[in-house]
């Protein structure tokens, strides 16, 4: 199980975008759940200091789904250089794991 499943830490300028995303991700089985929440950034683009609201989202998936996740984000998002990180799941409720695999699998 370890590696098998992650999160992506992206971030959007907005709400309404983060949702539209999300919605996206769900709906074509790319991710089981992306929980959407406020932040305050502070960032360092083309030279300056940048201070913004941002939104971030955290996209729950399996890593087979990576790299069809982060294209279909780079598709969707409005950010010349949207941030997207991937963490691993080193451990995990089992019932909450398979969920996931439920959730991004092929349709039954």
């Known amino acids: 199980m370890s590696n098998r ?10 709400a309404r975008e983060a949702q539209r995303i999300g919605e996206r991700l769900v709906q074509e089985r790319l991710a089981a759940c992306v929980n959407i929440f406020p932040v305050r950034s ?30 279909r984000i780079l598709e969707l998002h409005s950010y010349e250089l949207p941030c997207i990180g991937v963490f691993n799941i080193d451990a995990g409720l089992k019932e909450f794991l398979r969920w996931i695999d439920e959730s991004t699998g092929t349709r039954h």
């Open 5 to 14: 499943y992650v999160f992506l830490y992206v971030t959007a300028g907005g």
């Open 42 to 71: 502070v960032y360092r683009w083309k030279r300056k200091i940048e201070r913004a609201r941002e939104v971030v989202m955290i996209v729950k998936t399996r890593r087979s789904l990576v790299e069809r996740v982060k294209r």
